[in-house]
């Protein structure tokens, strides 16, 4: 099939470009930015007059759910979601049940993922066995089955020295491994940030040092693999500092922040909203404002959605009980565009955290509009708004702290390898 977008702004931070041009898309390939290519003839004209036409968002953490949780979400629902939100490529934790640890798994996975057709799944893999910490995966055949990265989601590895044994093995074959930095005593029990609003609410705390702790070990031993480690979800200013400095160090590390630490604080728990149950905890107004600036100045390499759907008699609960984790992945764009504006950013900046950025981080050939890429496209209206309702979301998790906020942007259309995966009505449903 072959697509005319016209008349919009086409925003390709990769190529550093940001100017009216016309796209032309042919079997499923960028064929051509401003001029038509010579004998091109469109099926399809859209007409993107004040629209914005933009790769396709990257995510790097969306947990899809299957297989074995399907209580909670399905692959078709949170697939469906992705395409609504523009998401076209997406990295998955291996928190599944069981967990992502058989090249079984992951190719049924994949098989299932492009029938859908709805986005591109990327999963990462176990580093050990039922995440269970204590013997390494086969990460060559989980690789081969297509696993991008190794990781334990939230799941600890106690033993530090199957941990160094994990990122010796990694290291030795190029493969990157994510960790999420949090200290399973530290954190125990605990359900929010260690600050002031938990001790006036009563609410069993996790402390700054829950993360910095574990990032001093995860940092040491990657300096000492060579491992190429990606820190996910960091939540504190602390953390970010040592990130800061490991960098510098020459440490291989990179890092991402989720949509929900980089809007919200402790004070967004409120009266004990459940929506507001996540891990890593919504930590100070001072970790925010760092995590913020951070990701402006490029010390934070990208942001993710996080998304997290939870079923409604795991979240409706009192908070402390609640199951922790948020929607995101129709959010990933409104959010990002909130922050931009806030932080008075030009738009290619705002977009490169979602595109081209975790698209080097996943090392995957997206986040681009150059001549030859995959058509992978979202196209929204940055005058446009989206309001968060349950009714709205696609996803099957309605969880969210931002149910009832209105958003800046709004995803019109997505396309996925040249064809039409979302097209949304020119006016929001009533």
Known sequence: MK???????????????????????AAGRIAGVGAMPQG?????????????????????????????????????????????????????????????DEPGL?????????????????PVGALTVRLEGERLTEMAELHEAGCIAFG??????????????????????????????????????GVAHD????????????PASAETI????????????????????????AAL??????????????????????????????????????????????????????LAEGSIDALCSDHTPVDDDAKQLPFAEAEPGASGLELLLPLALKWGGEMQLPLATTLACITADPARILGIAAGTLAPGAAADVCIFDPDGRTTVTRERLRSQGKNTPFLGSELPGRVRYTLLGGHLAFESAASPPA
């Open 214 to 237: 574990a990032l001093s070990t995860l940092l040491q031993l990657a300096r000492d693999t060579g491992v190429r480690i990606h820190l996910a979800r960091i939540s504190s200013a």
């Open 3 to 25: 697509i005319h977008v016209r008349n919009g702004r086409l925003v390709d931070p990769a190529a550093g470009v940001d100017r009216p041009a016309d796209l032309f898309i």
């Open 152 to 189: 334990q989601a939230l799941a600890p590895v106690m033993d530090t020295l199957v941990l160094l044994r994990a990122l010796q093995y990694a290291a030795t074959f190029g493969f990157p491994v994510w960790l999420q930095a949090l200290d399973p005593w530290l954190s125990r029990d």
């Open 106 to 122: 992951v190719e049924m996975l994949k098989h299932r993922a492009r029938q859908a057709n709805a986005a591109h799944v990327y």
């Open 195 to 206: 600050g002031a609003v938990a001790a006036r609410l009563g609410l069993p705390g996790i």
């Open 40 to 100: 091109f003839a469109a099926n399809r004209v859209i007409d993107a007059t004040g629209l914005v036409v933009c790769p396709g968002l990257v995510d790097l953490s969306a947990r899809l759910r299957e297989p074995g949780l399907e209580y909670k979400a399905t692959l078709e629902s949170e697939l469906a979601a992705a395409a609504a939100g523009g998401v076209t490529s997406l990295a998955c934790p291996p928190d599944t049940d069981p967990p992502l």
């Open 241 to 294: 500092d040592m990130i800061v400095a490991a960098r510098a160090s020459g440490i291989a590390v990179s890092c991402d922040v989720s949509v929900n630490h980089l809007h919200l604080c402790e004070r967004d728990i409120g009266y004990f909203n459940p929506h507001a149950r996540l891990l890593p905890p919504l930590r100070s107004e001072a970790d925010r404002e760092a995590l913020r600036r951070g």
